[in-house]
T-cell receptor, first 113, second 109 residues
Framework: DAGVIQSPRHEVTEMGQEVTLRCKPI?????LFWYRQTMMRGLELLIY????????DSGMPEDRFSAKMPNASFSTLKIQPSEPRDSAVYFC???????????FGSGTRLTVV | GIQVEQSPPDLILQEGANSTLRCNFS?????LQWFHQNPWGQLINLFY???GTKQNGRLSATTVATERYSLLYISSSQTTDSGVYFC???????????FGRGTSLIVHP
């Protein structure tokens, strides 16, 4: 099992550009989570999918953020337009069900200049 | 939602020492997880422990759900134990775990 796979590992972009982060969950896991980690706020849940359906997106900061899960093996988190305050490490995690143990991906370190 | 507090926020140890990290939560929990974030940023699930005690090598965890706390024990610490330890509690009517702010551990050789 390759675990949760995220890409890219690092992303540096200019303010105003569109950024797309990708995640492949563990096969058979039906819950997928996007988290953002910063020094100020710690780990924040952005959005949670169950069986490819967005269940809770109350953590999405604003309309510039959007997430999709077109099938059980792929999810994207898009920021358009990006701003310097979006700089953070973005993690994807999956689990067999919402309350089961999480497996995290390696994260994407986003820097917006 | 449920509140999760971890203590101490920072901990510095000499290699070989033992330590106990604490996680308090404000409501009854259905599930509790402990994670280790290594210095490279990777988050590794250590324990899934809604109640009782589990052991994995030098690490063990105990959750006393009725008293709303969980403990992570690290025995004979090694430099590779350095990093941040998070607990995440699911409860208080939510099915999504809430993460604490973590305990930052440095183990000196």
């Amino acid at each position: 099992d390759a675990g949760v796979i995220q890409s890219p590992r690092h992303e540096v972009t200019e303010m105003g550009q569109e950024v797309t982060l990708r995640c492949k969950p563990i096969s058979g896991h039906n819950s997928l989570f996007w988290y953002r980690q910063t020094m100020m706020r710690g780990l924040e849940l952005l959005i949670y999918f169950n069986n490819n359906v967005p269940i809770d997106d109350s953590g999405m900061p604003e309309d510039r953020f959007s997430a999709k899960m077109p099938n059980a093996s792929f999810s994207t988190l898009k920021i358009q337009p990006s701003e310097p305050r979006d700089s953070a490490v973005y993690f994807c995690a999956s689990s067999f069900d919402p309350g089961a143990g999480y497996t995290f991906g390696s994260g994407t370190r986003l820097t917006v200049v | 939602g449920i509140q999760v507090e971890q203590s101490p926020p920072d901990l510095i140890l000499q290699e070989g020492a033992n330590s106990t990290l604490r996680c308090n939560f404000s409501d009854s929990v259905n599930n509790l997880q402990w994670f280790h974030q290594n210095p490279w940023g990777q988050l590794i699930n250590l324990f899934y422990i809604p109640s009782g005690t589990k052991q994995n090598g030098r690490l063990s965890a105990t959750t006393v759900a009725t008293e709303r706390y969980s403990l992570l024990y690290i025995s004979s610490s090694q430099t590779t134990d350095s990093g941040v330890y998070f607990c995440a509690a699911e409860g208080g009517g939510s099915y999504i775990p809430t993460f604490g702010r973590g305990t930052s551990l440095i183990v000196h050789p």
